[in-house]
């Protein structure tokens, strides 16, 4: 093998793996342009013509509900989270990583145990407690519980990556007078950004890719998100619009394709310093 194939062998393959894994979306934008009776007989990716009237029919929602106030519903709810996880998890994972205080050994455990637990376990008790609190059909049960750091996966991941940093810094601090909340604020959460970023992205994508979660909360058209409104558009007509369908889905994907274009060089550099090591 000369010079020249081992120089572009590996950019052809990863080429090759690109296009295998963009494939998807492929399919997916040019189904969402193909005419109703092409989207189940045909296989071909390309449609005989362009069929815009899809979008047309995508973007005036389902139930009266504009697909403008969808987007803006999931972005409040995925906002809400992620600024209720960052905030939370943090403030959990300073307190292990950096604070002495009895059987937190015990307590970490405890946390780290819990992400073996499936979701389903506790949503019904979660349901219950919203439901007697008269929060069921609102967006509180989906944004609160992120405020109390119920996500065990990124407290362990910002734990990791705090024990990693110099604790010089923070005793500095303490000999100037500065406080453990002061030394959270001021020292070590700029210092744990890149986890923190990591926290963020994680948390947008499942939010807003969540469908059962938001199912089980939320009635009312108005208070529908993206995914919901999927599901309920093809429950509104006797007939699968298919069509219409997957060019909603194109329009629900493209903030998630966006977001994670900006933002996966933090994603990387989290992973890569956040420790996922022991």
């Known amino acids: ?20 894994l963009l494939y998807p979306l492929a399919w997916l934008l040019a189904t969402s342009l193909k005419p109703a009776d092409e989207v189940v007989t045909s296989l071909d990716l390309l449609p005989s013509h362009l069929e815009w009237s899809n979008y047309t029919t995508a973007l005036d929602g389902v139930s009266g509900v504009t697909v403008t106030r ?6 409040l709810i995925a906002g809400g989270a992620v600024v209720g996880n960052v905030l939370s998890c943090s403030l959990a994972a300073y307190a292990f990583a950096r604070l002495r205080f009895r059987m937190s050994k ?3 455990a405890f946390m780290v145990a819990t992400l073996m637990l499936p979701h389903h376990v506790v949503l019904i008790p979660q349901y219950i407690i919203f439901n007697r609190l008269g929060l069921v059909d609102s967006f509180w049960p989906l944004i609160l519980p992120k405020f109390l750091a119920t996500e065990a996966f990124f407290v362990f991941l910002i734990v990791q990556f705090m024990r990693g940093l110099p604790r010089e810094l923070e005793e500095s601090a303490r000999i100037d007078g500065c406080g453990p909340f002061r ?6 959460l700029p210092l744990a950004r890149p986890a923190l970023i990591t926290t963020a992205i994680f ?3 499942w939010t807003w890719n969540d469908f059962f979660t938001q199912m089980i909360y939320l009635f009312a058209p108005e ?9 309920s558009f093809v429950d509104q007509s006797s007939t699968s619009a298919y069509g219409p369908m997957f060019a909603m889905s194109v329009i629900s994907v493209l903030p998630i394709v966006l977001f994670f274009l900006v933002f996966q060089r933090y994603l990387v550099q ?9």
């Open 203 to 205: 948390t947008f994508i």
């Open 70 to 75: 969808l987007l803006g519903n999931t972005l």
């Open 1 to 20: 093998m000369n010079i020249a194939t081992k120089r572009w062998l590996p950019h052809t393959v990863a080429a090759v793996c690109l296009l295998v």
């Open 270 to 278: 989290g992973m890569a310093t956040s420790g996922l090591k022991g």
């Open 183 to 188: 030394a959270y604020w001021s020292i070590t």
């Open 106 to 108: 015990v307590m970490f």
């Open 223 to 231: 208070k529908f998100t993206i995914t919901l409104a999927l599901r």
